[in-house]
């Protein structure tokens, strides 16, 4: 029987199941997949693209074609709530799209309750793809001026960030680039301190100038306010101060986690509705929460790929096993890397260097299938 197969989000935990569209497809099953980019982004490798050291072709797989060229329908818009139990969801554009099964994997966002309306010159570090905007936006004002540009945030995005625009002010002909990390704590706070240390002496080493214990009140354009008033004038602002999930799970009615996430079980499935399944960012795995990294949205992927087919087709359902500690390796932005996993770390340009092997053979595997 032809069955209706809806996908919000094509990120990084849906990559087998686009893959495998085909064999959905080839049992008479229809398959959406809605998403507001033709695009999908490889994070992992987005502060690289900040730096030069990739093109955005090199991190992005080309969805659209992807889902089309195996027969399925892709709408470019966004999924803005669902009605799970008339099992419709609706979308930005106004349109609607009935499905039988959905899965969701639309990632996370940064909130923006302090920033201006006018962003311009102002970059959330998600969407990644905005990255390419702001890459050139630094080349073309440091062709002709002296810049300052501020990240605000002290984790690993806000360090990869800072020291990737580093590495892309060191591009011939432009006038000095100033770099600033305004950070409500300690920069890399989360982390061993061997990890913070060696990020802390990589910028610094750079003349990355670090502010911590650094509350940011407003983000306005060109400008940002601190807690204690004072202010500073920025050219260009990064704004890297975590992420939570889309709040489509709150607005539809659907069981959420502290953060927003829609709460699934170890089947990836919604608690409340069985033919609801999500990965990635936008999840909040009851079991046990997991941190928003690409890695728990890939291993999630043959998972997702298995109770799809087994909701459309019928079968068991498979349980995600999450897995141990998680290999993390941040890209310094000047050819170096930091590399912690369990208690080995180290940091240079070995580690940069398996980072640069494991995201080109993750992208390769994918984008081989355009
Ligand atoms: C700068 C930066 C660097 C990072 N580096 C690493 C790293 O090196 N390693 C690591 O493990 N993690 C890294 N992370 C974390 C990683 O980005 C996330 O954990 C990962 O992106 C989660 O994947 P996802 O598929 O859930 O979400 P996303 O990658 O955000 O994908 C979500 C997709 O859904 C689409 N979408 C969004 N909203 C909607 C909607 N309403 N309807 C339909 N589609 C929608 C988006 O266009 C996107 O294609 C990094 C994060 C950042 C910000």
Known sequence: MSRKLLLAGGGHAHMMVLASLQRFIAKGHQVTVVQPSP?????????????????????????????????????LDRVQRVDP???????????????????????????????ATDRDRIFTVKPIERLSAARQLILDLAAHKPLTVGVIGGGPSAVEIAGNVWGLARGSNLQPVAIRIFARSAVMGEFPEGVRSRALRSLRARKIEIMEECEVREILPGRIVLGSGSSHELDVIFVAVG????????????????????????????????????????????????????????????VLLHNLSAAMDGGSLKEFEPGGDYLLIFNLGDGTGIFRKKFLQFNGRAAFLIKDYIDRRFMKKFQAIE
């Open 85 to 115: 139990a008339a099992n419709t969801a609706y979308l930005e554009s106004g349109g609607a799209v009935s499905y039988d099964v959905l899965s969701f994997n639309v990632g996370s966002y940064v909130p923006q309750n302090m920033v």
């Open 243 to 302: 992420v939570r999930p889309s709040p489509i799970f709150a607005d539809s009615g659907l069981s959420i986690g502290p953060d927003g996430g829609l709460v699934v079980n170890r089947y990836l499935q919604s608690i409340d509705y069985p033919n609801i399944f999500g990965g990635g960012d936008c999840i909040h795995f009851r079991d046990r929460p997991l941190d928003k990294v690409g890695v728990y949205a890939v291993r999630e992927n043959p």
């Open 39 to 75: 695009y999908h982004y490889y994070s992992g490798m987005g502060p690289g693209m900040l730096g030069n050291t990739y093109s955005p072709e090199e991190i992005r797989f080309a969805t659209r074609h992807v889902v089309e060229k195996q027969g399925g329908t892709f709408l």
